[in-house]
């Protein structure tokens, strides 16, 4: 089915802003199209929790604690997965993991750092 890779973490300030791309270039159209994607993240010491997905019907769904500042997005032409952060606070410091699901196969990318450091 074919990896998934993630790029686009780093440093930033508290107030600040990044997008998260996620990309699945050996992933064939008919299988990345129907599945569910999604942005995970896990910080030190702490479970992975889902901070947000989407449907292949473009239905979002978000962690109560990310509403209204996260953004996932698709783009099933270029076959990626999008998560623009905007008023990043240091709790949100994690690891980010992208995720497709389908059929009940889980398949993860392997995770970029996001730090929110004054």
């Known amino acids: 089915q074919g990896p998934l890779v993630e790029s686009g973490g780093g440093l930033v300030q508290p107030g600040g802003s990044l997008r998260l791309s996620c990309a699945a270039p050996?992933?064939?159209?008919?299988?990345?199209?129907?599945?569910?994607l999604g942005w995970y993240r896990q910080a030190p010491g702490k479970e992975r929790v889902l901070v947000a997905s989407i449907t292949g019907n473009g239905i979002t769904n978000y962690a109560d604690s990310v509403k209204g500042r996260f953004t996932i997005s698709r783009d099933n032409a270029r076959k990626r997965i999008y998560l623009q952060m905007d008023g990043l606070t240091p709790v949100d410091t994690a690891v980010y993991y992208c995720?497709?699901?389908?059929?009940?196969?889980?398949?993860w990318g392997q995770g970029t750092q996001v730090t929110v450091s004054s």
């Open positions: 050996r992933t064939i159209t008919s299988v990345f199209n129907p599945s569910i």
């Open positions: 995720n497709r699901f389908l059929d009940g196969q889980n398949y």
